[in-house]
């Protein structure tokens, strides 16, 4: 993400500059097998990295903050890419992995549709949010559409349940597949096989 960070329109050379001047610091051992693969690795996102700014010539914010109130609910967070495009604004969230997105799952990711309702109501033209993912072959966009009409009301209902049922005595797992597979608590979580004998 430095690398990104520090070259929002960087050439495939400046990219790979970049990353050399960084490979030290990324620790990977080269004299072995999973040292070389991390190194290909690492090269593979910063080409796809490469290969996905071309296609975005306008201005770029990088690292941008955003701080909104909407519905009653303060929405803060930082968006790896604002870029300018002919339709307003489009969030981006690169990521540097090859696997987990579907058209599907990026039209209902809450967190871009939390971006752009906090850019809507920070007075923001917004043209949609994407995720851009690095880490395979080749660059894979998927994109959420701008939110607006009955589409925009359904996220902003979502925001008004999420907040009624975060600030009640109690705050109920709702497991998934997804959400499952990144929280930091299933040690504690009655949903989960792990946590219940931690809470029972």
């Known amino acids: 993400h430095a690398v990104a960070e520090e070259h929002p329109h960087g050439t495939p050379e400046e990219l790979t500059a970049a990353l050399e001047a960084r490979i030290e610091e990324l620790g990977y051992n080269l004299d072995t097998w999973a040292g070389r693969v991390a190194d290909r690795h690492a090269r593979d996102i910063v080409n796809n990295l490469a290969s996905y700014v071309i296609g975005v010539p306008g201005d ?5 903050t955003v701080s909104a109130e909407v519905e009653g609910v303060t929405i803060r967070g930082r968006m790896d890419r604002l870029e300018r495009v002919d339709e307003g604004v489009r969030v ?20 871009l549709a939390a971006y752009q309702m906090a850019l809507l109501a ?6 949609g949010a994407r995720i851009a993912l690095l880490g395979g072959s080749k660059p894979q966009i998927f994109d959420q559409p701008a ?28 497991p998934s597949a ?4 990144y929280c930091s608590f299933d040690r504690l979580c009655p949903a989960r096989e792990r946590g219940r004998k931690v809470v029972e």
């Not at 997804?178 to 597979?181: K, P, Q, V, Y």
């Open 122 to 127: 920070s007075g923001e033209k917004v043209a």
């Open 178 to 181: 997804e959400a499952c597979r």
């Open 92 to 111: 981006t969230d690169l990521k540097t992995g090859k696997s987990g997105y579907t058209k599907a799952n990026v039209r209902e990711n809450p967190q």
């Open 147 to 174: 939110l607006e009409g009955e589409e925009l009301e359904r996220w902003r209902e979502w925001v008004r349940e999420v907040a009624l049922s975060a600030r009640g005595p109690y705050f109920e797992a709702r």
């Open 60 to 64: 770029v914010a990088v690292e941008q």
